[in-house]
């Protein structure tokens, strides 16, 4: 796939982040015991404070939460048909959530997952099916490092300009390639744009998927510099956010420096970087 960010993208981007906020504030990921629980509506912040480098690093980075042993094998109970994705997590100390998304790429995926071995993090990537398709075995290699893959549908559409069939055939044709290669179906999807609509919502119930959305944007995508990259992420960096970035889509070499930058600042700083969990079935 090629997507190379461009003014008509800034322009959906925009026009998708309206649509969401008027939508209003979403509800929070669940971590702790494997509940979903839900927030108060509300606006969610873009940034938060400075992460302060006065806590000592976190010797747990690799555990999402006691118990947890890898990417859950079994089926997740019938989900509920939401009407906003989910935005931040609920309060358990300064802990974060690491999202990329429109992969994997030969290019900047490996890089980013050498990082994040190197520090013992696990995150979510957010696949596209025909990027998927080509690099299974990059698929495999999330799965064997505890990472949780993700529905971005196959060809990165605007899902407000779709009809309910290929909304289906965008999620279940990348769903599809995800078990084959990761050995699993995605319990999770992103509407590409943050361009949500209330077929994606219920289809992705259908399916077996949570929405989940973002609370920091790097705009990575816009190639601002590797310093602009740092310097977002770690002003946003607050208990509770998912942060968004990219490993594919275009150049993402300015993606892969910042990371292993504001990383280990932020694990420094005393945040825990961990990835969601469903309620077992």
């Given at each position: 796939?090629?997507?190379?960010?461009?003014?008509?993208?800034?322009?959906?981007l925009i026009?998708?982040?309206?649509?969401?906020?008027a939508?209003?504030?979403?509800g929070?990921?669940?971590l702790d015991?494997?509940e979903?629980?839900?927030?108060?509506?509300g606006?969610a912040p873009?940034?938060?404070?400075?992460?302060r480098?006065?806590?000592?690093?976190s010797?747990y980075?690799?555990q999402?939460?006691?118990?947890?042993?890898?990417?859950?094998?079994?089926a997740?109970?019938?989900?509920v048909?939401?009407h906003?994705?989910?935005?931040?997590?609920?309060?358990?100390g300064?802990t974060?959530?690491?999202?990329?998304?429109?992969?994997?790429d030969?290019?900047?995926?490996?890089?980013?997952?050498d990082?994040?071995?190197?520090?013992?993090v696990?995150?979510?990537?957010f696949?596209?099916g025909?990027m998927?398709?080509?690099?299974?075995d990059?698929l495999?290699r999330?799965a064997?490092?505890?990472?949780?893959?993700?529905?971005?549908t196959?060809t990165?559409?605007l899902?407000?300009?779709?009809?309910?069939?290929r909304?289906?055939?965008?999620m279940?044709r990348?769903s599809?390639?995800?078990?084959?290669?990761?050995?699993e179906?995605?319990?999770?999807?992103r509407a590409?744009?943050?361009?949500w609509?209330?077929?994606?919502?219920q289809?992705?119930?259908?399916?077996?998927?949570?929405p989940l959305?973002w609370?920091?944007?790097?705009?990575?995508?816009?190639?601002?510099g590797t310093?602009?990259?740092?310097?977002r992420?770690?002003h946003?960096?607050?208990p509770?956010v998912v942060?968004?970035?990219?490993?594919?889509?275009?150049?993402?070499?300015?993606t892969?420096?910042a990371?292993?930058k504001?990383l280990?600042?932020?694990?420094?700083?005393g945040?825990?970087i961990t990835?969601p969990?469903?309620?077992?079935a």
């Amino acid at each position: 796939m090629k997507k190379d960010q461009s003014l008509t993208r800034r322009r959906v981007l925009i026009a998708g982040a309206a649509a969401l906020a008027a939508a209003g504030g979403a509800g929070a990921l669940a971590l702790d015991g494997g509940e979903e629980t839900a927030i108060a509506p509300g606006p969610a912040p873009v940034a938060g404070p400075q992460a302060r480098a006065t806590l000592k690093t976190s010797t747990y980075r690799l555990q999402p939460l006691t118990g947890y042993g890898g990417p859950p094998r079994a089926a997740p109970a019938p989900t509920v048909v939401r009407h906003e994705p989910f935005l931040r997590l609920p309060g358990h100390g300064r802990t974060m959530v690491l999202t990329f998304d429109d992969g994997p790429d030969p290019r900047y995926t490996p890089r980013i997952l050498d990082t994040l071995a190197e520090y013992e993090v696990r995150a979510m990537f957010f696949v596209c099916g025909e990027m998927a398709v080509d690099n299974q075995d990059l698929l495999a290699r999330m799965a064997d490092d505890g990472h949780l893959v993700g529905n971005h549908t196959w060809t990165h559409p605007l899902l407000t300009r779709l009809r309910r069939s290929r909304i289906r055939s965008e999620m279940e044709r990348t769903s599809d390639v995800i078990e084959k290669a990761y050995g699993e179906r995605p319990q999770w999807f992103r509407a590409p744009y943050g361009a949500w609509n209330r077929a994606a919502f219920q289809l992705g119930a259908e399916m077996g998927m949570e929405p989940l959305a973002w609370t920091v944007d790097s705009l990575d995508w816009t190639r601002p510099g590797t310093r602009t990259i740092v310097r977002r992420v770690e002003h946003g960096a607050a208990p509770g956010v998912v942060v968004l970035s990219h490993d594919a889509g275009g150049n993402r070499s300015q993606t892969v420096r910042a990371l292993h930058k504001w990383l280990p600042h932020l694990l420094d700083s005393g945040y825990h970087i961990t990835v969601p969990r469903r309620r077992p079935a």
